[in-house]
């Protein structure tokens, strides 16, 4: 099912020239000195159209840098004056909505954590209503696609249209090269659910360290992503807030320059025959996939029969046990992911059950 929000596309107010929108800057506003040497800098790359700059930081623990507050909005004004560039700051209150939009502030974002929140994005929502400036919404720290896309329908219904999404990946109990993970499957599921919604994609909170940022990067823009927005610092090891994550300017252009742009289509003629017929093989093995697994569930059905004329259990683990083996190493030897058939293979296991306990066993309707 597609969802409507009412949006005005990202080309219609920020020209970017065709290329993914580049949003950098430091994680914190630190010193005045910091942040409008850094936009300097970024500027002089020629290829950042947005500085970001934290004013006021969610941090996990007391103690910590809560942002500079209030003061930083003079400097990110001195850093537009000076180079030009458009601003991006996070608000998590409406008393932030009120001193950004005052600060002549151009974007505004909201943070994973607000996100997870609805009292927060109604209050940020609220402080919305009758304004035009451009909001981007992080993805919930949590992986739930449903809170990702009330956020965007609250900040929508505010009458904001000129959204994006930003995907920051998401808090996972399992420790995995990512500070977040990319999860992008959800990403991918909004992508799908809302067409026409920009999704800006956020490397560096997803990786935590530099050293992989030019990798998800990449795959962000392979994922038909329409930007990135990307943590850069004049001095990162001196960074007051997520040091490895930040890279310098120069840094970060190099990046830039390494990306290969892909669009969302090509317009060569021989492309787009060769894709038809590689298409056309796939809808062909599609079908007879499917097909298959009907056959198969059949023959499952069948076998819940006589399990049910001999009173036979359903689950039988050996006979299990050894079709994921043999299978899984017939996958393996066919170059397929062992742990991808390993996961195909449950889902048709576990539907075959299903399909089994509904020939061996009756289910009473629940009592309203
Ligand atoms: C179909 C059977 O029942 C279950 C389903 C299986 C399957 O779908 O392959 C395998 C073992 C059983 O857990 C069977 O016993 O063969």
Redesign the pocket.
Known sequence: MKHTLDIIPLQDWLNTDGKPLIIAGPCSAETEEQLVSTAHLLANTGKVNVLRAGIWKPRTRPGEFEGIGSIGLEWLKRAKAETGLLTAIEVATAKHVEEALAAGVDILWIGARSTANPFTVQEIADALVGVDIPVLIKNPVNPDISLWLGALERINRAGIKKIGAIHRGFSSYEKTAFRNEPMWDLAIQLKTLCPDLPVINDPSHICGNRELIPYISQKALDMDMQGLIIESHIDPSVAWTDAKQQVTPAALSELLDNLAARQAASNDPAFDDNLATLRTEIDKLDDQIIQKIGE?MK??EK??QY?RDNNVT????S??DE?LQKRTQLAQALNLDADFAKKFLEL??NE??RK?NAVMNVQPTAQA
Do not use: D, M
């Not at 359903?314 to 683990?317: D, R």
């Open positions: 198969r023959i499952a076998i819940g399990k359903i689950l039988q683990v006979r299990w079709i048709v296991h075959s059950i089994q």
